[in-house]
């Protein structure tokens, strides 16, 4: 029998291994030089119709006939007596258009999410993302046939409204709400169908979980599925602001249509296009392309950090 006092001692038991981060797998070079491929295209399309434009605008901003000005353009904007109520135009809609896509897109994603059965959620996201085949000059030709109480099929509820013409109907005050109509039918569909997609990200072990506790659908969809998709909202939210400050074809074509009750400055975009094409003044019309572009830019980025975009879970 083997004297156990005398036997060597087992080695002990060794922690996990840690692996040096030199040593860790990385990926070889031709997976580098694809990502490399895949990426250029895009990069240089940005340099040339990103970078390169906004460089241009900024020099055409701070100068005047080559000779630099420092910021009498954009004085000369501020002292139009078009722009403050453009700036107004465009907030308001902006405000508008940002709460309705945010309340409806994740409560119809959620609605389509619940459902059941795979058949019908999947027909509902389809039926969802039907309008946004629709480009937005069409959404806005469409949309002046339904806003016409005369040929209007909706006729009925606009008389409701006591709507009995067209003038009526794009009448300044209601712009904001129909701006906002357009803009949701033509563009939510898309961003439902992607919040759709986070939501079913979300773990089925804290989902479980929720249902086990005796979580109602509400309050799982308060406390749990809508803080799991805020990066997609928020994402969301950035791309919906940029897209919404540069409201240019719903005012031009209800400008044309209305025989000018909409007015043809109704936007800073219009604006800067009259500056540009009608008044030949491309440095006043640059001015404002800058405004527009370090405000979206700084709510934006308000957005992104509130909402935790680039943050890793």
Same mark, same amino acid.
Request: proline share 5%; glycine share 8%.
């Given at each position: ?5 005398? =036997? ?54 701070? *100068?005047?006939? /080559? ?5 009498? /353009?954009? +004085? ?7 722009? %403050? ?6 907030? =308001? ?8 896509? *945010? ?76 701006? *906002?109509?357009?803009?949701? %039918?033509?563009?939510?569909?898309? %961003? ?7 939501? /079913? /990200? ?6 479980? +979980? ?21 990066? %997609? ?52 019309? +640059? ?27």
């Amino acid at each position: 029998m083997t004297d156990l006092s005398t =036997a060597p001692a087992a080695p002990p038991a060794r922690a996990g291994r840690q692996v040096p981060p030199s040593s860790r797998k990385r990926p070889d070079r031709s997976q580098a030089r694809i990502g490399v491929i895949f990426v250029s295209g895009y990069t240089v399309l940005l340099l040339a119709f990103g970078l390169l434009p906004v460089l241009y605008a900024l020099y055409l901003a701070f *100068t005047r006939d /080559n000779a630099f000005v420092g910021f009498d /353009n954009f +004085a000369k904007v501020f002292d139009d007596f078009r722009f %403050w109520p453009a700036v107004g135009h465009v907030a =308001a809609y902006v405000v508008v258009w940002l709460l309705t896509l *945010t309340v409806f897109t994740v409560l119809l994603a959620l609605l389509a999410h619940g459902l059941r059965s795979r058949f019908a959620s999947s027909s509902l996201r389809f039926l969802y993302y039907i309008p946004g085949a629709l480009a937005g000059a069409s959404s806005v030709m469409l949309w002046l046939f339904l806003l016409d109480p005369t040929v209007s099929p909706v006729s009925g509820v606009l008389s409701l409204f006591g709507f009995e013409s067209f003038v009526q109907v794009v009448a300044l005050d209601n712009l904001p709400v129909l701006f *906002t109509l357009i803009a949701f %039918w033509t563009g939510a569909g898309g %961003w439902i169908v992607i919040l759709f997609g986070a939501l /079913n /990200n979300v773990p089925q072990e804290v989902m479980e +979980a929720a249902r086990i506790d005796g979580a109602g659908p509400i309050k799982t969809a308060w406390h749990i599925q809508i803080p799991l998709m805020r990066k %997609w909202i928020s994402y969301m939210v950035v791309m919906s602001l940029a897209a919404g400050t540069q409201l240019f074809v719903e005012p031009r074509v209800l400008s044309q249509a209305s025989k000018g009750v909409v007015p043809q400055d109704y936007s800073l975009n219009q604006l800067a296009y009259l500056y540009a094409f009608r008044q030949n003044d491309f440095s006043g019309s +640059a001015a404002i392309s800058i405004l527009l572009l370090v405000v979206a830019a700084g709510l934006s980025a308000l957005f992104v950090f509130r909402g935790g975009l680039f943050d890793r879970d």
